[in-house]
């Protein structure tokens, strides 16, 4: 599967942003979709995740309450980001794995073996 990240930009403090993830294939419903983020100079990061079903959602505590994920029929995934700190600021990732809904480890970059490219988010303060 291909992945293709867009929906970044420079937003204030308190704005929101969507970013989307349009899969190629044809077995998207497939794979489990993830958002990790990587700031400048530190690791990426897990930010999202939501199973092949669309049932289960996992979030990172730093975003819980203010960004949501979700799929769609279209191949698409989203992150609608809400409430955003400069904190959130960096470059986010969309990425999938195949593992099914109970025995992900969502929480891993390991865990997702295809990428795409990245779209940036500035949140300026």
């Known amino acids: 599967v291909q992945l293709q990240a867009s929906g970044g930009g420079l937003v204030q403090a308190g704005g929101s942003l969507r970013l989307s993830c349009a899969a190629s294939?044809?077995?998207?419903?497939?794979?489990?979709m993830g958002w990790f983020r990587q700031a400048p100079g530190k690791d990426r990061e897990f930010v999202a995740t939501?199973?092949?079903?669309?049932?289960?959602k996992y979030y990172a505590d730093s975003v819980k309450g203010r960004f949501t994920i979700s799929r769609d029929n279209a191949k698409k995934v989203y992150l609608q980001m809400n409430s955003l700190k400069p904190e959130d600021t960096a470059v986010y990732y969309c990425?999938?794995?195949?593992?099914?809904?109970?025995?992900?480890?969502?929480?891993?970059?390991?865990?997702?073996?295809?990428w795409g490219q990245g779209t940036k988010v500035t949140v300026s303060s």
């Open positions: 939501i199973t092949r079903s669309g049932v289960m």
């Open positions: 294939g044809r077995t998207f419903n497939s794979y489990a």
């Open positions: 990425a999938a794995t195949r593992a099914s809904d109970y025995t992900g480890s969502w929480y891993y970059t390991d865990e997702y073996a295809y």
